[in-house]
């Protein structure tokens, strides 16, 4: 299974380098050490996943709150939230879903708490939001082996749906991102697709090709996409952050997987 991912990553580097653009190769960069990453914490089992969703949920809420405008108080709220789903998703996942009202329920009454009447109700969605939607990192947890083809499969359509939208172009898939065309969406459904059925034979793993597997892809990645073209235009922003070469914020980077994995688990 690595060394699948690890040829993608061969081959994606010779493509990168002969085309010589700099934005491409930096781009490649990142994804070989996020690729180490993964890899390296799903080695350890379920353990190492909740603690790369966690790691990745801290970066992510903070970005989050950056972006909408949430307080530290809510911030606080969040955090909390979106680290301890993914604990209880190794620890007890039957008791996941209650750790998810939880959340929610405390970061809506959080304005109530603090006595907010002008922003509160603003906060209280936006927090709300940010557990559901950042919380659905636990889903690296509650998929177990299936977690690492998914996550390949993600990163697979992005690739798709650049290539896609440069060469099939197509209609303009949503106003919340005009640059966003149907051919991406086609582009990445494609690779996407390919990518679980190549995990799947390489793997062994039977579940690594399903068709909620399927569906979770080729409808949650160009959602995801949208769901932070929304926030980051209501914020006025165009990337989540800098820190990241060639992506911009970490949630830049995995805003297909946050719906992939809330899709693949509610299915």
Avoid: N
Avoid at 37 to 65: K, P, Q, T
Avoid at 108 to 137: C, F, H, I, K, N
Avoid at 146 to 159: E, K, R, S, Y
């Amino acid at each position: 299974m690595t060394g699948c991912i690890g040829g993608a990553l061969a081959v994606g580097g010779i493509g990168v380098l002969a085309s010589g653009q700099r934005e491409l190769i930096r781009r490649w960069r990142t994804w070989l050490m996020a690729a180490l990453l993964v890899i390296g914490c799903l080695w350890l089992g379920a353990g190492g996943a909740a603690l790369l969703a966690g790691l990745l949920a801290v970066v992510a809420a903070i970005e989050y709150a950056r972006l909408t405008g949430l307080r530290r108080a809510d911030l606080a709220v969040l955090i909390a939230a979106v680290v301890a789903l993914p604990a209880v998703a190794w620890r007890d996942p039957g008791d996941l879903g209650r750790a998810l009202a939880c959340g929610l329920l405390a970061a809506a009454l959080m304005p109530v708490l603090t006595a907010d009447p002008e922003r509160g109700s603003r906060r209280a969605a936006m927090g709300a939001l940010g557990v559901a939607w950042l919380g659905s990192l636990a889903g690296i947890v509650v998929l177990g082996d299936a977690a690492l083809p998914v996550l390949f499969a993600v990163a697979a359509a992005d690739v798709g749906a650049w290539c896609g939208g440069k060469l099939l172009r197509g209609p303009a898939l949503s106003r919340l991102s005009p640059a966003k065309r149907w051919g991406g969406v086609l582009g990445g459904a494609v690779f996407g697709c390919a990518a679980l059925a190549a995990m799947a034979a390489v793997s062994g793993i039977p579940d690594a090709l399903t068709p909620v597997h399927v569906v979770a892809v080729v409808m949650g990645a160009p959602l995801g996409d949208l769901l932070e073209s929304m926030v980051k235009r209501g914020a006025g922003a165009k990337d989540a952050g800098t820190w990241l070469p060639g992506f911009g914020g970490l949630l830049d980077r995995i805003d297909s997987v946050l719906v992939v994995l809330a899709l693949a688990v509610i299915l």
